[in-house]
């Protein structure tokens, strides 16, 4: 597996990660995509963003259905965290929807830790509900990291 920038990310991870076409469409112009290959086919990405003085954010996080479970957004995480390193930022962060537990759970291993709650953040952004793990998504919970050595 390769991981590397590209400029023309996979619309259809892109809505894995986020039902919003709205929503994509205010950060995608404005983040760095970098996808993992495998034999020339593009099977996970992530978008980087910088939102603040010294903070990124990985805004949008997906791999395909069929290679979920191999550790690939595991490696694009790990990605995102040298990338962000190397730029020079301090905090990397990343947010998800309070009933993707499987999501936190692999944000927290990852070394992220949870920082922040915004209430109601899906009700209030997105046109119709969103359902996960049959629980309607409302809230999304914020996960951060700090990325200077001590």
């Known amino acids: 597996m390769e991981i590397r920038p590209t400029d023309t990310p996979s619309r259809e991870l892109l809505l894995l990660a986020d039902e919003s076409e709205d929503s994509i469409a205010d950060y995608l112009p404005r983040s760095r995509c970098y ?3 495998v034999n ?6 992530y978008l980087l963003l910088h939102t603040r003085p010294f903070t990124a954010e ?4 997906a791999v395909t259905p069929a290679c979920q479970r191999r550790g690939i957004a595991t490696a694009l995480l790990q990605h995102a965290v040298r990338i962000a390193r190397e730029a020079g930022f301090r905090i990397l962060e990343i947010g998800t ?5 499987g999501q936190i759970a692999l944000y927290e291993r990852c070394g992220f830790v949870r920082c ?7 009700r209030k952004h997105y046109p119709t509900p969103i359902f996960e793990n049959g629980t309607e998504c409302r809230h999304m919970v914020r996960l951060r990291m700090e990325l200077i050595e001590k």
């Open 58 to 61: 990985v805004v949008n996080i």
């Open 116 to 122: 922040g709650l915004d209430v109601d953040y899906f």
């Open 35 to 37: 996808a993992a290959f």
């Open 97 to 101: 929807g309070d009933s993707g537990t």
């Open 40 to 45: 020339g086919q593009i099977v996970g990405q």
